[in-house]
């Protein structure tokens, strides 16, 4: 399986670092007014945002890569969390990579990651 890849100096994020708990339902809601809810998974969804406010370009080009490898959101890897978690059901939350060119060899990138319960 693919590891989320680290950046220079083996850093897997930069702050702000953002983690968040997510349950995705389904509703049916009938004509009569009845409105019935179930979970889409059976358990609780992880939301990473992984921001990486002023990256190199060859470390971009590290991840741009990995991003292409996976399809987006097709293939699942394992990323680890700054708790040191590893989530071995993870894939992109994101169908593009929105890079910002902020100066010479230095980009800004915001990742968005959605991992299973293992």
């Known amino acids: 399986m693919a590891t989320y890849p ?36 059976t358990s609780v969804l992880k ?25 987006a959101t097709w293939d699942e890897f394992s990323f680890t969390d700054d708790s040191g978690t590893v989530w071995t059901k993870t894939r992109f939350d994101m169908e593009t990579l929105a890079v910002q060119y902020i100066g010479p060899s230095q980009n800004s990138l915001e990742v968005h990651l959605s991992a299973e319960a293992n």
């Open 47 to 71: 939301r990473f945002i992984v921001s990486y406010p002023a990256i190199q370009s060859a470390d971009l080009i590290v991840i741009e890569n990995f991003f292409n490898l996976m399809r």
């Open 6 to 41: 680290t950046i220079h100096g083996g850093v897997i994020t930069q702050f702000p670092y953002t983690e968040v708990d997510e349950w995705i339902v389904a509703e049916s809601s009938v004509p009569c007014g009845f409105s019935y809810t179930r979970p889409q998974h």
